[in-house]
């Protein structure tokens, strides 16, 4: 198949799953087009059947808000008509839904039938999507998709009751790819953070408020006042770091927080971890704390949107309501002065994620694909008739 993908650009989120998704299907030999306004961070390796169109948009001095949500219509046009797609598949709603649905009403019946599939990841619909700033236009282009998939039950729910939904929402959840998400030798790494054989208590996210950053701040506080000894590490960036690292200044512990800011290689830090914290004020999937898990890391996590599917309390970690910072803290507490406890989360924690392994659910995409293109040819076939 030819199938186009657009995302954002992002180090993790819908970005990560559009990513690998797109280079999981060209490993498959399907022809994999993606499109966005940057390289997409995880596209970093050359794949012979894998393109990349970046999306332009031209400024004019009347656009004090450039429209990227046409020149994106725009391009998705242009692949649809050269690239014969059959398939564009479009990561997080707003605004990749709408340029979807206009950039199939251009083209009309001209040329051959292409199926839009438009998956819902979070925020997208969580936050954002239901703003009244977005959502009449959010509601009206997933009605317009060929198909709509969550990325979990919990987000599957919160759309049929947030939106008036037309379509049926297929759930297909995250996955990881468990060859490279897996503990893996870095002792010169540990030992380098943690010389004195300190604990490594570890949060990946994009510092956006959601995160609740701060609470991993407090939550390490109350660790450090346990008696343990402990670093932690702050891997991402965004607005609350500002936050986070002034907190860390007013509660003296600068010296055993580590600010890493974006990285690559965030399987090389899950290596060396023992904890990873998720305090988050919502969440639908939590594809962080998947990738944690699947280096067998146990989580500490909060109780928001899809994280107890997720998070096994008790088995692969533990999970605590939201904002519950002693709680977090005490269950962190727990598990470290528990090595055999420990050890046992850590290997739990693998076998979950190994649920969500990256092949089975590409096939789930696969298929889905399959599906959905079928009807649209038939419902094509069946207009021609009329
Ligand atoms: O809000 C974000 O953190 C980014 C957002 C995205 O779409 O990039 O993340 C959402 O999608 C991820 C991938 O499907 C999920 O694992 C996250 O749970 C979800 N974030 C939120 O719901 C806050």
Redesign the pocket.
């Known amino acids: 198949m030819n199938i186009g993908i657009v995302c954002?650009p992002?180090y993790?989120?819908?970005?990560v799953?559009a990513t690998e998704l797109g280079i999981g299907l060209a490993r498959k030999g399907h022809n994999v087009h993606f499109l966005s306004y940057a390289r997409p961070q995880r596209l970093n390796e050359f794949e012979s059947n894998i393109r990349y169109h970046e999306v332009a948009v031209n400024v004019y001095p009347l656009f004090e808000y450039p429209p990227y949500d046409l020149a994106l219509a725009s391009h998705m046009v242009d692949l649809i008509k050269y690239e014969k797609l059959d398939i564009l598949h479009v990561h997080?709603a707003i605004p990749h839904a709408t340029s979807a649905y206009l950039a199939k009403r251009i083209l009309g019946r001209a040329g051959k039938p292409v199926a839009v599939i438009t998956t819902l990841?979070?925020?997208?619909i969580?936050i954002v999507g239901s703003d009244p700033s977005y959502l009449p236009v959010v509601n009206f282009s997933i009605n317009q998709s060929d198909s709509v998939t969550a990325?979990s039950d919990y987000l599957r729910d919160e759309t049929y009751s947030k939106f008036e939904c037309e379509n049926d929402i297929k759930v297909i959840p995250?996955f990881v790819d468990t060859e490279r998400f897996k503990r893996q030798e870095k002792s010169h790494f540990k030992k380098a953070i943690c010389p004195d054989g300190e604990f490594l208590l570890t949060h990946v996210s994009?510092f956006?408020k959601?995160k609740r950053v701060v609470d991993t701040i407090e939550v390490f506080k109350l660790v450090l006042d346990s008696g343990l000894d402990a670093k932690l590490l702050l891997v991402g960036d965004g607005p609350e770091r500002v936050n986070v690292e002034a907190r860390c200044r007013e509660l003296h512990i600068c010296d055993k927080v580590r600010f890493l800011g974006k990285q690559e290689k965030v399987e090389e830090l899950l290596s060396i971890s023992d904890l990873f914290l998720m305090p988050?004020g919502?969440?639908?999937?939590?594809?962080a704390a998947l990738e944690a898990m699947s280096c067998g890391v146990p989580v500490i996590s909060s109780d928001v949107?899809?994280l107890p599917g997720l998070n096994l309390n008790g088995e692969t970690g533990y999970v605590c309501k939201l904002g519950d910072i002693e709680g977090m803290a005490n269950a962190s507490i727990e598990l470290l002065k528990n090595p055999e406890k420990h050890a046992a989360f850590s290997v739990a924690s693998r076998e979950r994620a190994e649920f969500f392994e990256i092949s089975k659910v590409t096939q789930e995409y696969e298929d889905h694909y399959v599906e959905v293109l079928d009807r649209v040819r038939k419902e094509r076939c069946s207009d021609m008739v009329l």
């Not at 993790?12 to 970005?15: H, I, N, T």
């Not at 919502?282 to 594809?287: A, I, N, P, R, V």
């Open positions: 954002y992002t993790g989120g819908s970005g799953v997080y990841h979070g925020t997208d969580t990325v995250n994009n956006r959601v988050s919502s969440e639908t999937f939590g594809l949107g899809g």
